[in-house]
């Protein structure tokens, strides 16, 4: 029978570590997002557009960007 590597081993039980990890499903938990909305003027009473990532990792991305924005960490203790 044919002998594997050392490194062979490793590298196999590297793999399917990696896939059964990959395979688990994630699990929601609190975090940080980071979200700028943009207005239409100076006055800043108009929001346009908003880009950025909720405190879940969800992606913020509607409207239109504009030189008038206010960027912000969005905090939140759990994700549904």
Known sequence: ???ILPFRKLLL???VVAAVLASVP???TAGVGS???YYSD???SQIVGAR???CCGQPVDWGVVTG???CFAEYC???P
């Open 1 to 3: 029978m044919h002998r």
């Open 13 to 15: 039980v590297v793999v």
């Open 26 to 28: 994630q699990t929601a």
């Open 35 to 37: 979200i700028c909305k």
């Open 42 to 44: 100076a006055s800043y």
């Open 52 to 54: 950025g990532s909720n």
């Open 68 to 70: 008038f924005s206010f």
């Open 77 to 79: 203790a759990s994700c």
